[in-house]
């Protein structure tokens, strides 16, 4: 069991590490097919994420939900 989740660490720290620089473009290409449908956010720092959970949170406060 110690082995299995000794793996399981090491192939989410590789995965996390190498993200960048094997995913990203990837991912981003993905994402690019729903742009004229969805509204995608990208937020690079912790300053964004808490500015865009503010808002969010702010407008569920004025909608009511």
């Known amino acids: 069991m110690k082995n299995a989740v000794r793996n399981w660490i090491g192939l ?3 995965a996390v590490w190498n993200y960048k620089k094997r995913t990203r473009a990837t991912v981003l290409g993905q994402l ?6 969805k509204k995608i956010i990208i937020v690079k ?5 808490k500015e865009i959970t503010n808002r ?10």
């Not at 690019?32 to 449908?37: H, I, L, T, W």
């Not at 720092?45 to 994420?49: A, D, G, K």
């Open 56 to 65: 969010i949170t702010n407008t569920r406060k004025m909608i009511g939900t």
């Open 32 to 37: 690019n097919a729903f742009k004229d449908q």
């Open 12 to 14: 989410l720290l590789n």
């Open 45 to 49: 720092t912790r300053q964004e994420v």
